[in-house]
């Protein structure tokens, strides 16, 4: 890890750093039970079990008073009538905040709080998303040929709870409606405990 100040580029066109960590694969097989179609998701998955999305990390103490930051990279695609997305998560300590500016493609950030407030907000080359605390945060591609890709920096302290979106979704999910990306109440969706 750097003890110096540092800085990388994002090589183009793809947009992976010059240099970093960690580079993550989600693949279909990660994200069993968070599509609503499940006979398209399994018929998929029986196909192959490709990969979704790639984050790429660079090295950071996950600690108050750094910040982590990195790439993260959705690939096009469907499961049914919904597009490919990040598992998506609430930050573990709830009260830390997360900003995405994206570098390419097209798509939206679901997010809601454990309260039952919820946003859709859109994510577009030059656009910079402010993700307050308390909201937990999914990245869908509403683009049929192109990766969506968004740099993200949040506190080191964060920590990342998964567990409650995958045992209860987000309230929201967005599906391909005659070609157009369309909000809609997921059904799959249960309330989770109230949180503090
Ligand atoms: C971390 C930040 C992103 C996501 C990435 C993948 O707090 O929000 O780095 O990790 O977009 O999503 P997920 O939900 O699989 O972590
Ligand atoms: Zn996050």
């Not at 750093?17 to 693949?27: A, G, L, V």
């Not at 740099?151 to 045992?167: C, L, M, R, S």
Request: with cysteine.
């Amino acid at each position: 890890m750097k003890d110096v100040p540092f800085t990388f580029e994002l090589n183009k066109p793809d947009f992976i750093p010059t240099e970093y960590y960690n580079h993550i694969k989600r693949s279909l097989s990660a994200m069993k039970g968070q599509f609503w179609d499940r006979e398209a998701y399994n018929r998929l998955l029986a196909i192959e079990d490709i990969v979704l999305y790639e984050v790429y990390e660079i090295k950071r103490p996950e600690m108050a008073g750094e910040l982590l930051h990195g790439i993260s990279i959705v690939h096009p695609g469907k499961v049914g009538e919904e597009y490919f997305m990040t598992k998506g998560h609430f930050h573990t300590v709830l009260e830390t905040a997360e900003v995405y500016y994206c570098q390419k493609g097209q798509g939206v950030m679901v997010m809601e709080t454990p309260e039952g407030d919820w946003a859709v907000e859109p994510l577009n080359p030059g656009r910079v998303l402010y993700v307050l605390p308390r909201w937990a945060h999914r990245s869908v591609n509403t683009s049929s040929e192109e990766d969506l890709v968004t740099f993200f920096v949040y506190p080191g302290n964060a920590g990342h709870d998964y567990g409650t979106i995958e045992e209860h979704g987000f309230r929201k999910m967005v599906i391909d409606r005659n070609g157009r990306p369309t909000i809609t109440d997921n059904p799959r969706w249960s309330a989770p405990d109230r949180r503090k």
